[in-house]
């Protein structure tokens, strides 16, 4: 592996990066710091928590320190420009910018919506360097007349997967039409689906192609393990979960926003402190939610995905998948938020009446099997079942379970035998169907035992 010292940047980045206390550039930043210091187009296949942002910041700054602003020009122009699908990358990419650029005399700016827009257009008419824009905004302010991006010299397009799934490309589009021909394009992607390929291939010239895998950095360091929980148990399981043991950084995954906030108020009412962030808060609500869990008054963030890639939190221990995601490379990005920065993390996720084909998804992906632990107070043996037959539960399962759940049947540390007919009654015994499945299976190896 490379040394900083040989990758040829200059001596005020070296310093920011020792400030940073960096001793190893990570795979990412080896690959691309040099090919983007020579002025090539990149498409990095990486998702954030492998040193993406640094892996182009620090050419990018290199290069504007080199070349110096335009001629003519009275002001500072924008001569880089970072698109981000949502604020919280945008904020952290913005710090990241300011950190590696601290002894550089350079000039940054980060622009989104959901925030009072003077003190961006008072940043823009002094003049910046680098602008990191989500692109709703940053359209608001070009189309009135704010924002000039006639002398973009690099233009970075980060987490582009998620930019489409939000349904950013007409807005793409539109930005890039107001770049100038002639520049360095780089584009960031934790999943290389067609349509990511296909807005590659508009924007990048001659690309150097980088690919992270997403389980390189992270999923090594993180215990995964399945729970199979009835829908109406989960806030249960977690509940007790979370009650096992001392809170620490956790985040806990919901599909929707209104899921995130009932899960939120029942956490609260059962003494945790939690928080939610998604789309539907203000921009000052995520940041505080965000503020107050890194420093840890807030232990327990509940969030949705599009909330999730801005979450850079490297203390986080427990990722709780509440619900699968629809979209299975989700799963990676959502545990990626724990096992950081060296540290080891646990990752759970349940698996309810509904989610079936969710998890196959998943487990497709992953190119395995996750884990089962079945030691749990709320595991269901028939939803195992269902899911070791590979019969995915969310068609018939639905109805059935509604009609078999038993409220207050169910005992700590056993499984409740009211919801699974057929099925075992305690923990102790697995339906046949499920022991030959090649499925490892563990109990509580987790850790989350029940404090009875
Ligand atoms: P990113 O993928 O850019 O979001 O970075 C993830 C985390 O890794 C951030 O907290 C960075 O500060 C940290 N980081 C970036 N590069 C390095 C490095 N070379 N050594 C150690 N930590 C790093």
Redesign the pocket.
Known sequence: MKK?SELDLIDPLQRA?EA???????PI?AQAIPPLLEGRDVLGC??????????FTLPMLQHLAGSGAKKGTSKRSIRALILSPTRELAG?IGE?VKEYGRYLSMTSLVVFGGVNEKPQIRALERGVDVLVACPGRLLDLHGRGFVDLSQVEIFVLDEADRMLDMGFLPDVKRIMKALPQRRQNLLFSATMPTSVEGLARKILSDPLRIDISPEEPTVDAIDQTLMFVQRSDKAKLLCELLAARPVDSTIVFTRTKHGANRLTKKLDRAGFSAMAIHGNKSQNARRRALNQFQEGTVDVLVATDVAARGI?V?TVTHVFNFDLPDDPESYVHRIGRTG??GRKGTAIAFCDERQGDQLKAVEKVLGEELTIDEDQPYHSAELMAAAAAGRPSSSGGRKKSRGGRSRGRRSRGRRSSGRSKGSPSNGEQSPNRSQGNGRKRRRSKSGWRPKS
Request: glycine share 8%; net charge positive.
């Open positions: 900083f990066i940073k206390n960096y001793t190893q550039p990570t930043q990486a998702q954030t928590g492998t040193g993406k942002t640094a892996a952290q990241s850079d490297e950081r920065a």
